[in-house]
């Protein structure tokens, strides 16, 4: 008899769930976790990124405050109140998740794991362990590039336990990450170079919400270096770092971020002495039910490099619990999944991009507003937001909404619904308005 009826090895947000809900079943389940629990989402990501998000935004919000009565004497912004702060918040929610582990009797062992077989691991302290299922949840990590002085640098880890602001930064990179991250340090007070091998930023969302995206992240301050790559890094005698560049002028600054991907948490994992087949990217290969080419053994999240979002993870991880401890099998959606990017001003989509649906439908509709949110208007802040439709021209289906301003992330969780539900233009004009709101603008677009 095996010693646990599913051993998980990653206590993220994928694997945290699946021993849960799994222990829930009756199954007898460990999981090991060799850093915190939580995973990238609680400890590193997400979590304290939209805090310092929340924080960002009080830049913009004290100065607008004037024209709404309110008398701010002084502005002055503390870096190490707000780190330690966030940094105490994800330390609850450590704390959370274990006790949520533990309250359903699921065996933690905080140490690293690695595969030894169909149905073994190893643990770093030596003992072995045996599972009738195995399932692999390590997630991904920051992608560094090999490059001369990258010693200097910093990933998005390293953000939360900065001493200080730097007054000058590069971020290297083009997603969502690099662009948050812009966002964060430029309303902090840095000087922000967003530095991109390619002319393209945010793959994936609609081209003409990135547009206003940039066209607003320029006006605010935010410099952009398309075309170039970064060849070292040069630490100078008083701290700062020389960056030898191609595709532009070499740049002289005081940090580096990199953004440029993430990578699967697949090194060292035991996969070889397991006979799990990994990707050319070290991802985990899985099944629609999460299954690796070893029938004990799974994988669910970021290491399967399918779609690194926190949700989905969650749902992969609820989706092989209820599967094979629950007798209730399904398989996730992975059609229509909602995503957002927390920049200044926010970002948010749904279904296809306009490109997107003119590829796949051939005949395609598009509505708009482009307006102006209340609170700018009388801020004097000349920032516009820009909500799109994207209609089946056949069916007037709504395959796609997409928005950048205000709040945009909340009102989108909504709007993903309709999509969902495949309504059509239609029930959107049948809609009452809410007035006055910016998301009345998606029912009142003719």
């Not at 065996?107 to 770093?124: D, M």
């Not at 005698?237 to 560049?245: A, E, P």
């Not at 899985?286 to 989905?312: M, Y």
Request: hydrophobic share 40%; with cysteine.
């Amino acid at each position: 008899m095996a010693d646990f009826d599913l051993f998980v090895i990653g206590a993220g947000s994928g694997g945290v769930r699946a021993a849960r809900v799994a222990s829930s079943y009756g199954a007898r389940v460990a999981i090991a976790e060799e850093h915190k629990v939580g995973g990238t989402c609680v400890i590193r990501g997400c979590v304290p990124k939209k805090l310092l998000v929340y924080g960002a935004h009080f830049a913009e919000d004290l100065d607008d405050a004037a024209m709404f009565g309110w008398d701010v004497p002084e502005k002055r912004f503390d870096w190490a109140v707000l780190r330690d702060n966030v940094l105490s918040e994800v330390g609850r929610l450590e704390g959370a998740y274990t006790e949520t582990l533990t309250n359903h009797d699921v065996t933690i062992f905080k140490e690293r794991a690695t595969l030894t077989g169909p149905n073994s691991v190893q643990l770093a302290s030596g003992k072995t362990i045996t599972a009738d299922k195995i399932l692999i949840a390590t997630g991904a990590r920051p992608l560094m590039p090999e490059l001369l002085g990258i010693e200097h640098a910093i990933s998005s880890n390293e953000t939360f336990h900065l001493e200080k602001l730097p007054k000058r930064i590069i971020i290297a990179g083009g997603g969502y990450i690099a662009n948050e991250f812009a966002g964060i340090f430029h309303q902090f007070g840095s000087h922000v170079t967003l530095v991109n091998r390619t002319d393209v930023l945010l793959r994936g969302y609609d081209q003409q919400v990135v547009d206003r995206l940039l066209q607003i992240s320029i006006r605010k301050g935010i410099e952009f270096k398309f075309h170039a790559t970064i060849e070292a890094i040069e630490k100078q005698d008083d701290g700062s770092l020389h960056v030898r560049m191609t595709g532009c002028d070499d740049i002289h600054t005081d940090q580096i971020l990199f953004a440029v991907g993430r990578q699967p948490n697949t090194e060292g994992l035991g996969c070889d002495a397991a006979g799990v087949d990994v990707g050319e990217k070290g991802e985990i290969k899985v099944d629609a039910d999460n299954r690796t080419n070893v029938p004990s053994i799974f994988a669910v999240g970021d290491v399967t490099n399918r779609v690194q979002l926190t949700p989905v993870a969650i749902r992969e991880g609820q989706a092989f619990a209820d599967t094979f401890f629950g007798k209730k099998p399904h398989q996730v959606d992975y059609d229509c999944i909602p995503s957002a990017v927390f920049s200044h001003p926010p970002l948010a989509g749904v279904g296809m991009t306009e490109g997107q649906a003119r590829n796949r439908l051939g005949t395609v509709k598009t509505f708009t507003s482009d307006f102006r949110p209340m609170k700018n208007v009388l801020a004097g802040r000349n920032e516009r937001s820009l909500y799109k439709l994207v209609l089946d021209g056949e069916t007037d289906r709504v395959v796609g909404v997409h928005m950048i301003g205000p709040d945009a992330p909340e009102i989108m969780q909504a709007a993903a619904i309709a999509v969902k539900a495949r309504l059509k233009k239609s029930d959107f004009d049948a809609t009452v308005a809410l007035h006055p709101t910016m998301s009345e603008e998606l029912v009142l677009m003719r």
